[in-house]
């Protein structure tokens, strides 16, 4: 099974950009459906994005269109969210997690591996 560690939050000024990154262990990294998520302080978790197997399909909340965009590289066993134009309301906790479909990814169901979670505070 993958173990997942994500890296690269921290605090940003409303309209800076971050990089979250996910480093995952084990050889089976390019059979999974990866994805973002995050958990707003006093809120429950929300989809965020995620990237097909190979990398040729993405999905995003309309929330975060045109603003965040996923990638995924299977020789380096990672997954990085680059997050442009952040608001104040994109303030979360942000996991990274792994399943074998994209829509039950995407859909947040029958995860196979989660993240331990990195904030994000995003100042206005």
């Known amino acids: 099974q993958v173990q997942l560690v994500e890296s690269g939050g921290g605090l940003v000024q409303a309209g800076g950009s971050l990089r979250l990154s996910c480093a995952a262990s084990?050889?089976?990294?390019?059979?999974?459906?990866m994805g973002w998520f995050r958990q707003p302080p006093g809120k429950e978790r929300e989809f965020v994005a995620a990237i097909s197997r190979s990398g040729g399909r993405t999905y995003y909340a309309d929330s975060v269109k045109a603003r965040f965009t996923i990638s995924r590289d299977n020789a380096k066993n990672t997954v990085v969210l680059q997050m442009n134009s952040l608001k104040p309301e994109d303030t979360a906790v942000y996991y990274c997690?792994?399943?074998?479909?994209?829509?039950?990814?995407?859909?947040?169901?029958?995860?196979?591996?989660w993240g331990q979670g990195t904030l994000v505070t995003v100042s206005s």
């Open positions: 084990g050889r089976t990294f390019s059979s999974y459906t």
């Open positions: 997690a792994a399943g074998p479909y994209d829509m039950t990814v995407v859909a947040g169901e029958a995860l196979d591996a």
